[in-house]
């Protein structure tokens, strides 16, 4: 019998919070004795409405049912923190409170962990197959960029790196490490675990707000909109320093301003000119190191598309028995 614990952050999700929870063990419950055994664990991150309430009066009618709470809001990663410390069982699985992914898709990423002999499976709204809806667009719009950002970095490996709707086998959650409190810690972890060398399958899925949700978060913050930008580059270039090398490539007014900056010195022709041929060559070096990048990524993602066995398999390796 596989244990599974199936784990949902929370913060401020109101009373609808209720129907969530029955809703995602009305579902699990008809999957036990299929071998698998399920549990609940929930953490309420320091939420300032009804959510610890609402999430207790579940436990309460429950044997199995955990509430862990914050004494105030830490953000999403520091809730996967407490929850992954207190596991217990084979897998785990993490669902989103409002479901914006269902709860069909969480035993689907299950099933393919066990079928694969994987260490995480993803939940791929942007995979070929996935699909998007009732999301607003500009934050589907930054969404799309920065998973195509971090895409580029693993070499188009992976089409969604930023969604927490994932199954881990809890022996390989251990080895992860991320220090990101906030929705950055998703894409942290994965790509943790693509540095250890963790077998990663990734599912087409279908990501669906609900108009609560639309309404409660659709307002742009940009903000919060450039930091998520500045980190989601920072970690791609991090995971993928040849990226780093490609920036001075996609400066188009990098020669002129070198340029104007050296004549601003009043240097003398010799070293103008070995200024402004530097700059050349790096900028040239630059695209052609970043042309390479572009094509391996397309080129992988065409093999995905031209494959289309509904399952990206992120490391060509024999399935182990489970």
């Not at 927490?164 to 906030?182: D, Q």
């Not at 490539?249 to 050296?262: E, K, Q, W």
Request: glycine residues 8%; charged residues 20%; contains cysteine.
């Amino acid at each position: 019998m596989t244990r599974v614990t199936v784990v949902v952050p929370a913060y401020n999700e109101g009373e609808t919070f209720a129907g969530a929870l029955v809703t995602i063990a009305d579902y699990f419950s008809k999957h036990r004795g299929g071998g698998y055994d399920f549990n609940y664990l929930i953490v309420d991150d320091g939420s300032r409405d009804e959510t610890y309430a609402v999430a207790s009066t579940f436990a309460g009618r429950r044997s199995d049912v955990r509430v862990l709470q914050h004494d105030r809001n830490r953000g999403l990663g520091a809730a996967l923190r407490t929850a992954f410390a207190a596991i217990d069982s084979d897998i785990a699985v993490v669902l989103d409170a409002d479901l914006s992914y269902t709860p069909a898709t969480a035993m689907e990423l299950i099933e393919q962990l066990e079928r694969e002999g994987a260490d995480i499976a993803l939940a791929s709204a942007y995979a070929h197959g996935g699909n998007v809806t009732n999301v607003p667009l500009v934050r589907r719009i930054l969404s799309r960029e920065a998973n195509r950002l971090l895409s580029l970095a693993t070499c188009g490996r992976f089409a969604t790196l930023t969604c927490m709707v994932r199954a881990y086998r809890v022996e390989a959650l251990r080895r992860l490490t991320f220090a990101s409190n906030g929705m950055d810690s998703v894409a942290e972890m994965l790509l943790d675990g693509l540095r250890k060398q963790m077998r990663v399958v990734e599912l087409p899925a279908t990501l669906s707000w609900s108009e609560e949700r639309r309404e409660a978060g659709g307002r742009f913050r940009p903000l919060s909109a450039i930091r998520r930008i500045g980190a989601t580059c920072l970690m791609a270039c991090r995971y993928r320093p040849a990226l780093w090398l490609a920036l001075p490539g996609l400066f188009p007014g990098l020669l002129p301003l070198s340029v104007a900056t050296l004549l601003i010195l009043r240097v003398n022709g010799p070293t103008l000119a070995i200024g402004t041929t530097t700059v050349v060559v790096v900028q040239y070096s630059s695209l052609a190191l970043f042309s390479g990048q572009l094509a391996a990524f397309f080129g992988r993602r065409l093999y995905h598309r031209h494959h289309p066995n509904g399952v990206n398999n992120g490391y060509n390796v024999p399935s182990r028995s489970v």
